[in-house]
């Protein structure tokens, strides 16, 4: 399973409101933190190794994109963290239990799109 660390979390999701891309310079002067370049440079290239980023030479620099959406990216998280599960059944209870009736509704949706059927 993929996990963020928080200079990870704020790149991608810079990346993430910008899908036409970004250079290093312009996330890190867009970053709350202002981290050096060559910080953020660093994490790009984990971010890359990672399948999060891709990049593209323009001129002597990369422009940098967001592989995917920030939704498939958490279902991707939420995927991976059930997969990881010691018992599913249980796992999804206590998640079921927590979830609000939006998002109960949500899933309901989801799945009776993914059958095929109404409810």
Not at 43 to 52: A, H, S, T, W
Not at 53 to 66: D, F, N, Q, T
Not at 88 to 100: I, K, P, Y
Not at 104 to 116: I, S, T, V
């Amino acid at each position: 399973m993929v996990r963020l660390g928080n200079l990870e979390r704020s790149i991608m999701e810079t990346l993430w409101r910008k899908p036409e891309g970004l250079f290093a310079q312009d996330i890190a002067q867009g970053l709350p933190s202002q981290p050096a370049v060559t910080t953020v440079l660093t994490v790009l290239v984990r971010l890359v190794q990672k399948g999060l980023v891709s990049r593209e030479r323009i001129g002597r620099a990369h422009l940098y994109k967001a592989t995917a959406g920030r939704d498939a990216f958490v279902a991707e998280v939420m995927r991976a963290a059930l997969e990881d599960a010691g018992d599913l059944a249980a796992t999804a209870q206590h998640f079921v239990g927590t979830v609000t009736p939006e998002m109960a509704a949500a899933l309901r949706e989801a799945l009776d799109g993914r059958d095929g059927t109404a409810s």
